[in-house]
Structures are given as structure tokens and as C-alpha cells.
T-cell receptor
Framework: AQKITQTQPGMFVQEKEAVTLDCTYD???????LFWYKQPSSGEMIFLIY??????QNATEGRYSLNFQKARKSANLVISASQLGDSAMYFC???????????????FGKGTKLSVIP | GAVVSQHPSRVICKSGTSVKIECRSL??????MFWYRQFPKQSLMLMAT?????????EQGVEKDKFLINHASLTLSTLTVTSAHPEDSSFYIC???????????FGSGTRLTVV
């Protein structure tokens, strides 16, 4: 079984500042993938970044970076230079990585609502 | 690429009626489709997994007869909420795995309101 914990229900950040959204996970799988999604008020799920458990380097995608600490089972999202458009819900998610059928489902955390202040 | 088109985006229906939600993969074949439900200010909860040509797998606590899922082709999966009641009002969203990098493509979601 997999579990994702996001302990910050809401976060505020000043525009142009950096912010870290916390995510810890628990799994018995040796190989897994970690995802971050952004959900604006429209409801769509926007993929931000992906980290594989065996990736040696932390993932980066533009202003997004994932601070992956495997021993601590944490996968925090760092958003640099926050913009007003970054205000949204952010979900951390994970899935097991193996070729067997039925292994594709994502487990989501409860989310963090980020508000960017002008 | 890898777009999942979900319709309708919003629907209001009367209590007791049925509503069908469609998810179409536009430029790839979706052999698997995940259906999620999301209540306001909550996370996405997996309802069921549909696989083309076979019966859907429902998560514990999800009524199979109420939430009918059909995945008759490699590009279309549907969720029908039968005999809808106000407590079924929610945001429903589908998602298909998108190889090869273990990613997923989500539909844009359907906001269902039962009155």
C-alpha cells in the first residue's frame, strides 16, 4: 500500500519569492515514481514534475524542482520566483513502477492550497 | 500530444435521472482509464479502473450498479451515474496512463450537480 502525506493545507507566498511544498510518502515498493500536479480553480490537473525512485539527480522543470530525499521518503516541490498564476491546489502523487498489470494507479495526497500574494 | 477529451464539463440533472460522462483519447490508444471523484477542497479519490474490452475494477465502497463504467474501445471510456442523487454531486475526472515515462493524461473534469 502507498500513502502520501501533505501536511500543509494552505500556504502563502509573496510574489517573486520561492516556496516549498512538503510531501512525504510511504511505500513498500522498491521502484516507484513521484509526481506533482497543479489544479487551478478550473479543475484541470496540470502535470508539473516527475521523479523516479532510482533517479540520482533531483528533477527540474523550469521554475519547478523536486527536492527528493529518498532516505527521508520526502519529495518536496520547490517553486522559484512565484507568480500570481501559481495560486492553485498542488497535489503530490505516487505510483509503483513495475511491469505487472494493475500497477498504474496514482495515489494522491490531500493537497496544499498555495496563494501568491502580490 | 496525448490529449484526453472529457465531456460534458458541467452538467446539472434532476434527482433520479442518469448522466453519462465521456472520456476520449484523441491521439493515442488508452487501454486503461482511471476514474476519480473529487469533493470540494478534497483530494482525488480513485473510483474505478477501466480496461478496454473487460469489466471495470471498482474500489472498495464504490457501488458498481450506480457508477457504470464502459470501455468499449481503445479511445473511449464512459462513466454513467445512474439514478443520481444530490449526494452524487461532485467533480469527476478521468485519467489515462501515458507511456513511456509513466506519466498520465487527465481529462478536464466534469462538475456534476444533482438537484
Amino acid at each position: 500500500a502507498q500513502k502520501i502525506t501533505q501536511t500543509q493545507p494552505g500556504m502563502f507566498v509573496q510574489e517573486k519569492e520561492a516556496v516549498t511544498l512538503d510531501c512525504t510518502y510511504d511505500t513498500s515498493d522498491q521502484s516507484y515514481g513521484l509526481f506533482w500536479y497543479k489544479q487551478p480553480s478550473s479543475g484541470e490537473m496540470i502535470f508539473l514534475i516527475y521523479q523516479g525512485s532510482y533517479d540520482e539527480q533531483n528533477a527540474t522543470e523550469g521554475r519547478y524542482s523536486l527536492n527528493f530525499q529518498k532516505a527521508r521518503k520526502s519529495a518536496n516541490l520547490v517553486i522559484s520566483a512565484s507568480q500570481l498564476g501559481d495560486s492553485a491546489m498542488y497535489f503530490c502523487a505516487m505510483r509503483a513502477l513495475y511491469s505487472g498489470a494493475g500497477s498504474y494507479q496514482l495515489t494522491f495526497g490531500k493537497g496544499t492550497k498555495l496563494s501568491v500574494i502580490p | 500530444g496525448a490529449v484526453v477529451s472529457q465531456h460534458p464539463s458541467r452538467v446539472i440533472c434532476k434527482s433520479g435521472t442518469s448522466v453519462k460522462i465521456e472520456c476520449r483519447s484523441l491521439d493515442f490508444q488508452a487501454t486503461t482509464m482511471f476514474w476519480y471523484r473529487q469533493f470540494p477542497k478534497q483530494s482525488l479519490m480513485l473510483m474505478a479502473t477501466s480496461n478496454e474490452g473487460s469489466k471495470a475494477t471498482y474500489e472498495q465502497g464504490v457501488e458498481k450498479d450506480k457508477f457504470l463504467i464502459n470501455h468499449a474501445s481503445l479511445t473511449l471510456s464512459t462513466l454513467t451515474v445512474t439514478s443520481a442523487h444530490p449526494e452524487d454531486s461532485s467533480f469527476y475526472i478521468c485519467s489515462a496512463p501515458r507511456p513511456p515515462n509513466y506519466g498520465y493524461t487527465f481529462g478536464s473534469g466534469t462538475r456534476l450537480t444533482v438537484v
